[in-house]
């Protein structure tokens, strides 16, 4: 074998297998789980390339654990006038450490394996805000995208002006139930239950009664609320949650 070749670079989970006595998938777990620092930062991709002289400083933390990746879901705050819509296969850029709310209880550190193959199962307007589903779980993509019919959306909405009683019975025809939640001189907030939402769905059926729209806000999907996430910020769904 000539010099060059000896020196050429090989993967991360090569040199950490041959390091420390592990198989190529102990290796490879342990890398994406965020245990392994190659020159003082993490590196999450076994297919990392390092050099094969030894002159990198490779350490696998003395804390780490052969844990199983699992499909995860991620609850997000959407803001309005950013895109939902169109992301399957895509993870939403809003999903960031920075981002991430206080209120997550979950544990768990935020990976890149979480957001691999995130399909946005629950998209809504681009000019909406609220709740919008994130997942890898393939029970929770057939409950929200197959099954979505059965599943009870709750939307906040912001009409311009008075919402007349003639309106109101117009709006309120199933899948749809409509109930008034707020009313100001220039605003009437309605509430809007509805199984198997679909974006613009609402907005035509305003449009239908001559409504227009000022602002519009899912607060819950299926039995999980908004609550208590901000404009932007996300949390893991926690084992015991259900759609």
């Not at 709740?131 to 909405?157: M, S, Y």
């Not at 008034?180 to 509805?194: M, V």
């Amino acid at each position: 074998m000539t010099e060059d070749k000896k020196n050429e670079p090989i993967r991360l989970a090569k040199h950490l297998a041959s390091a420390h006595n592990l198989s190529r998938a102990q290796a490879e777990q342990y890398i994406e789980g965020g245990y392994v620092r190659v020159n003082g930062v993490v590196i999450e991709t076994p297919q990392h390339r390092v050099k094969a002289d030894g002159s990198e400083r490779i350490e696998l933390d003395s804390q780490a654990k052969l844990i199983p990746s699992v499909p995860m879901t991620i609850l997000w705050h959407k803001p309005s006038g950013t895109l939902s819509e169109g992301m399957s296969g895509k993870v939403c850029e809003g999903i960031t450490l920075a981002s991430r709310a206080s209120i997550d209880r979950s544990g768990i550190r935020l990976l890149q394996r979480h957001l691999k193959e995130q399909i946005c199962v629950t998209p809504l307007e681009t000019g909406a805000s609220g709740l919008v589903v994130f997942t890898q779980d393939f029970p929770i993509k057939r409950k929200l995208i197959q099954d979505g019919a059965l599943v009870e959306n709750e939307v906040i909405v912001d009409i311009a002006g008075e919402v007349s009683e003639q309106q109101l019975r117009g709006l309120s025809r199933p899948p749809m139930k409509v109930a008034i939640s707020k009313q100001t001189e220039k605003i009437t907030g309605l509430r809007f239950a509805i199984k198997g939402y679909a974006p613009g769905s609402i907005a035509a059926q305003c449009q239908h009664v001559g409504l227009a729209i000022e602002a519009m806000k899912r607060i819950r999907v299926g039995r999980i609320p908004l609550a208590g996430l901000e404009v932007g910020q996300w949390r893991f769904l926690m084992g015991y949650e259900r759609f």
